[in-house]
């Protein structure tokens, strides 16, 4: 487990990587966000992007998946507290997704000496290191009990 008192900038980790299939990518667009491009990949060419293509909140769930069986593991939990998100490029069927990322910066709180933050830069790639989804998170980081 990973304490704030652990954790320095320019940390870096690497998940596994796994392979979205359009299976996936179809059942999680018909619960979530059943928009033709996500749902159907005949319907699909005729839209901006060309062919089947998976919702950014799709990749959005399969990184934080990756994050927490990958990534580091904080004391406490994965806790985030706001960041911003964004899908240069979409994620596609057979695509084989991994999450790297790099401590950008680390602060203690000054009103809660339990805890602090920490802004994470989380990339999802494709295995051709294609950049699926950029994520700058403030991650909450607990201290070493005393």
Partial sequence: MLYLEDIEVGMTFTSQEITITE????????????Q?????P?????????????SGWHTAAITMRLLVTGGPAFAGGTIGAGGQL?????????????????????????????RGMAVLRIETLTSDS???????????????PE
């Fill in 23 to 34: 299976e996936e990518i179809v059942a999680f667009g018909l619960q979530f966000d059943p």
């Fill in 36 to 40: 033709p491009f996500h749902t159907d």
């Fill in 42 to 54: 005949d319907a699909a060419r005729s839209t901006f992007f060309g062919g089947l293509a998976a």
């Fill in 86 to 114: 964004s899908w240069p490029t979409a994620t596609r069927p057979g695509d084989r997704l991994h999450v790297t990322g790099i401590v950008e910066s680390v602060k203690p709180s000054k009103s809660k000496p339990d």
């Fill in 130 to 144: 294609e950049l699926r989804q950029l994520f700058i998170v403030n991650t909450l980081v607990f201290r070493r």
